[in-house]
C-alpha cells in the first residue's frame, strides 16, 4: 500500500517526463484562470447572456403579445368594418325593396297622360330597338329588338314613367348607389341615370339571361327577397359593379314574375368608400365574395395579391367572353392561398396568418346581407416595428456591457497577477515540506508532528499527514500478515489435495472404478481452480501494494508474442489452432517490461482458447502507429454479450459463465489491465456475440 501511495506521489510530481516542472507562480497564475478568473468570467458573461436571452423573451413576448393584440384588433376593425358596411348595404337593400313595389304599383296602375314632348323623346332604332333619344333629366329606355316593341311594349314603357322621380330621389339618397333600373320578362330596361343605350347595349340583348336578372327568379331567390350579385362587367358600360335586385312580381298575378329591379354600386365606389379603412401598420381591407371572387380590391392590395383592380372594362371586348372577375381573382381557387382561403371559409369571423410574398396578418368577418366577407391585412413587419426597435436598443446595451466587462477584467486580471505572485511565496515552502513528508509516508516512513504553517489549510493537511502515516503503517503490516498467512495457509492444503488427487488417480494395484475416478478427477478439478484463485487474488494484491517490479526497456514484441503462445500451446484441445501472423516487415521496438507483456498476452491468448469454439482459431497480429504499438488477439468464439461489455473488467464477474462448463476465475482481465496500466501499456477490445472477440495491447513504442 505504501509503494501504491509513493507511485501516486510520483505521477503527481512528475506526469510527464517531456513537460518540464512549472514555478509555483505561473502554477498559481494558472490555477486563479481556471478556478476563479474562469468561472468568474463565465457568470459575467452567463449575467450578459442571461441579459441578453432576457431581452430576447422580452422581445419575443412582446412580440407575441403585440401580435396577439395586432391579431384582435385586425379581427375587430373587419368585425366592425364588415358591421358598418353591412349597415350601409342595408339602406340600399331597403331602398332596393321599396324600389320594387314602387315598380310592381306602376307596372300595375293605368297608363298615365304622356306628354307630346315625352313621346316625341322616345324612338325605333332600324334594329327593332324602342328607346330614349337624348337626356330630359329622367331615366333611359332601352326596349330590345329581341321581341317585337308594339303598342302593348309602349304601354309598359310609359306606365313605368312613374318610377323617374322615384329612382332619381333613391339615387340622390346615398353615394354608394350609381345607378338603378327596371329590367322586365320581356327586355324591357329603364335605367337611371340616362346614357346613349344605343352605343352601350347590342340590339338583341336578351336581358333575363344576365345574372342581374336571374338570379332574383323563383328558382334562384324563392323568399323573393333582395339579393346582392357577385362582381361582373356592366352591360351598361359602368365597368365592374355589385348590384342588389329584386324581383317584382305582378300585383294581379302573384306568380308571375313581371321583371327585376336593381341598385348598382360601381367597384370604384366600393374601394373610394366602403374599403378607406384606417388599419395598424400597412394595412388594408378586400372585399370577397360568396364565391371567393374579390369583388373589390384597393391599391395597395395589389402589389401583395399580383392584381390590377378591375375598375374599368370595355364592354365591346368582354361582353361576348364572360361577364364575371377570372379565376385570378377568386382567392378560393389560388393554391397559394389556399390556407387563407380555407381559414375564412371555416366560420363567420376570425383570424389567421397569411403568405402573400411577406408574411401577414389577417382578420375577416361576414358581411351581413350579400354574405360577402370582409378581410382585413396587415404585414406583421410593420406591426412588430416597434419590437423590433426596442430589441436594437437592448443590443447596444449588451454590446456596451461587453465593452465594460472587457476592460474591467484587463484590470482585474493585473492586480491578480501580482496577488498569484505574493501567494506562491507564501505557499511554495509548506508545499515543498508537505511534499517531502508525502514521499517520507509513501516510503514507509512516518511524519514528525512537529510542523508550523502559516495557512490554517496548510496546517490541516500537514496533521491528516502524520494520522495518515500512522494508519498506512498499521493497515499495510496489517494487510502484509493477512497475504503472508493466507498464502500459507491455503496453498499448503490445497497443494497436498492436489498431490493425493495424482497419487490416487495414479495409484498401482487396485483400480479405481470409473465412478471413483471421476469423483478423483473433481476433487483435483475443484482444487487445482481454488489455487488459481488464490494465485491471482494474491498477484492482484501485489499489483495493488507495488510489489511488482518492472523494468521498462526496448524490446522486440515479436519473440516475447511466440513465447506466450508456445506457453499455452500443450494445454489446447478441441482442435484449436493458434497463429502468430508474421508482420511483412520488422515491428518498431517498444519500451516495456517482457515478463509482464508475456503475462498479458498469455492471459488473453489463454481466454481466446478458453472462450472459443471446437476447431477454432486463436490468432495474434499486429499493427502500429500514433506512436504505439498494437497486439492484437483475436478469437472467433462465443463473443460477449453487449450488455454484459462494460462489466469486463470487474474483478470476479465472469459475466454469467459462474455456473458453467468454462473454469476460471474472474481476475485475470483485471490483473492484465493492471499489468498494462503499471508499465504504461493499455487493453481494449472489441466483440460480437456469436461471432467471437479481439483484445488489443497497445504499447509505448521506444
Known amino acids: ?53 432576457t431581452s430576447q423573451v422580452v422581445y419575443d ?175 351598361a358600360g359602368s365597368g365592374w359593379m355589385v348590384s342588389a335586385i329584386a324581383p317584382v312580381y305582378a300585383l294581379d298575378r302573384p306568380d308571375y314574375l313581371e321583371g327585376v329591379v336593381g341598385i348598382d354600386i360601381t367597384i370604384d365606389t366600393i374601394v373610394d368608400q366602403v374599403l378607406d379603412i384606417d388599419l395598424e401598420g400597412d394595412g388594408y381591407a378586400i372585399l370577397v365574395g360568396r364565391d371567393g371572387t374579390i369583388l373589390a380590391l384597393p391599391p395597395a392590395a395589389e402589389s401583395d395579391l399580383g392584381l390590377s383592380e378591375l375598375l374599368d372594362h370595355s364592354y365591346e371586348e368582354a361582353i361576348l367572353e364572360d361577364t364575371f372577375k377570372p379565376d385570378s381573382f377568386n382567392i378560393y381557387r389560388r393554391p397559394e392561398l389556399a390556407d387563407l382561403a380555407a381559414a375564412i371559409q371555416s366560420g363567420p369571423a376570425g383570424n389567421a396568418r397569411a403568405d402573400l410574398g411577406r408574411p401577414m396578418i389577417a382578420g375577416w368577418a361576414t358581411v351581413d346581407g350579400p354574405n360577402w366577407k370582409l378581410v382585413t391585412l396587415t404585414s406583421e413587419e410593420s406591426v412588430l416595428s416597434g419590437a423590433s426597435t426596442l430589441r436594437e436598443q437592448l443590443a447596444l446595451v449588451s454590446k456596451a456591457m461587453l465593452a465594460i466587462l472587457v476592460l474591467f477584467y484587463l484590470g482585474f486580471f493585473l492586480v491578480l497577477w501580482r496577488r498569484s505572485a505574493a501567494m506562491s511565496r507564501r505557499v511554495a515552502a509548506p508545499l515543498s515540506d508537505i511534499e517531502g513528508n508525502m514521499i517520507r509516508i509513501a ?149 516495456g517490461d517482457a515478463v509482464i507483456i508475456r503475462r498479458i498476452l498469455g492471459h488473453l491468448i489463454s481466454n481466446g482458447v478458453k472462450y472459443n469454439r471446437e476447431g477454432g482459431t486463436v490468432t495474434v497480429f499486429f499493427t502500429h502507429g500514433d506512436g504505439l504499438l498494437s497486439v492484437h488477439v483475436a478469437d472467433d468464439g462465443i463473443g460477449i454479450p453487449a450488455a454484459m461489455q462494460p462489466r469486463l473488467f470487474t474483478p470476479f464477474d465472469r459475466l454469467g459463465h459462474e455456473n458453467g462448463t468454462i473454469s476460471g476465475t474472474g481476475i485475470g482481465l483485471t490483473v492484465c489491465r493492471k499489468l498494462a496500466d503499471l508499465t504504461g501499456c493499455d487493453i481494449g477490445f472489441t466483440s460480437t456475440e456469436g461471432k467471437g472477440s479481439t483484445f488489443t495491447l497497445r504499447i509505448p513504442l521506444a
Not at 4 to 19: A, E, F, L, Y
Not at 33 to 40: D, E, I, N
Not at 457 to 481: F, I
Not at 547 to 557: A, I
Open 443 to 591: 516510503d514507509g516512513g512516518t511524519v514528525p508532528p512537529d510542523h508550523r504553517y502559516e495557512v490554517a489549510e496548510l496546517q490541516t493537511v500537514g496533521d491528516h499527514l502524520v494520522t495518515m502515516g500512522e494508519k498506512l503503517q498499521a493497515a499495510s503490516r496489517a494487510k502484509s500478515n493477512f497475504l503472508s498467512a493466507m498464502s500459507h495457509e491455503l496453498r499448503t492444503p490445497l497443494n497436498a489435495i492436489l498431490g493425493f488427487s495424482e497419487l490416487l488417480s495414479g495409484a498401482k494395484g487396485e483400480p479405481i472404478d470409473g465412478e471413483r475416478a471421476r469423483q478423483v478427477e473433481a476433487i483435483h478439478s475443484a482444487g487445482w481452480h481454488l489455487l488459481q484463485l488464490v494465485e491471482g487474488v494474491i498477484e492482484l494484491s501485489r499489483i495493488e501494494q507495488g510489489e511488482v517490479h518492472q523494468s521498462l526497456v526496448p524490446l522486440d514484441v515479436l519473440p516475447i508474442a511466440r513465447q506466450a503462445m508456445d506457453d499455452i500451446r500443450p494445454g489446447v484441445t478441441n482442435g484449436i489452432r493458434l497463429t502468430v501472423v508474421e508482420p511483412e516487415t520488422a515491428l518498431p521496438p517498444v519500451r
Open 1 to 53: 500500500m505504501c509503494a501504491g501511495i509513493r507511485q501516486v506521489v510520483m505521477q503527481t510530481k512528475v506526469v510527464d517526463m517531456d513537460r518540464r516542472p512549472q514555478p509555483l507562480k505561473t502554477w498559481l497564475w494558472r490555477s486563479y484562470v481556471r478556478a476563479s478568473l474562469v468561472p468568474l468570467l463565465l457568470i459575467e458573461l452567463s449575467f450578459i447572456a442571461i441579459y441578453w436571452f
Open 61 to 235: 413576448r412582446s412580440a407575441a403579445a403585440i401580435t396577439k393584440i395586432s391579431t384582435e384588433a385586425v379581427r375587430e376593425a373587419a368585425i366592425r368594418e364588415a358591421g358598418i358596411i353591412a349597415r350601409r348595404l342595408g339602406t340600399i337593400t331597403s331602398l332596393t325593396d321599396v324600389y320594387a313595389d314602387e315598380s310592381a304599383r306602376a307596372l300595375a296602375a293605368p297608363m298615365p297622360d304622356v306628354p307630346p314632348q315625352v313621346r316625341a323623346n322616345h324612338a325605333y332604332s332600324p334594329d327593332g330597338v324602342f328607346y330614349t333619344v337624348r337626356d330630359d333629366g329622367g331615366s333611359a329606355v332601352f326596349y330590345s329588338g329581341a321581341v317585337p316593341v308594339g303598342p302593348e311594349e309602349q304601354e309598359k314603357v310609359w306606365r313605368t314613367l312613374r318610377l323617374d322621380p322615384v329612382m332619381k330621389s333613391i339615387r340622390d339618397s346615398d353615394p354608394l348607389i350609381a345607378q338603378l333600373y327596371l329590367n322586365t320578362n320581356d327586355s324591357l330596361n329603364r335605367i337611371y341615370p340616362w346614357f346613349d343605350v344605343l352605343a352601350i347595349y347590342p340590339p338583341g340583348m336578351d336581358i333575363p339571361t344576365y345574372n342581374f336578372y336571374y338570379e332574383a327568379d323563383a328558382s334562384h331567390n324563392p323568399d323573393r327577397a333582395v339579393v346582392w350579385t357577385d362582381s361582373y362587367v356592366d352591360p
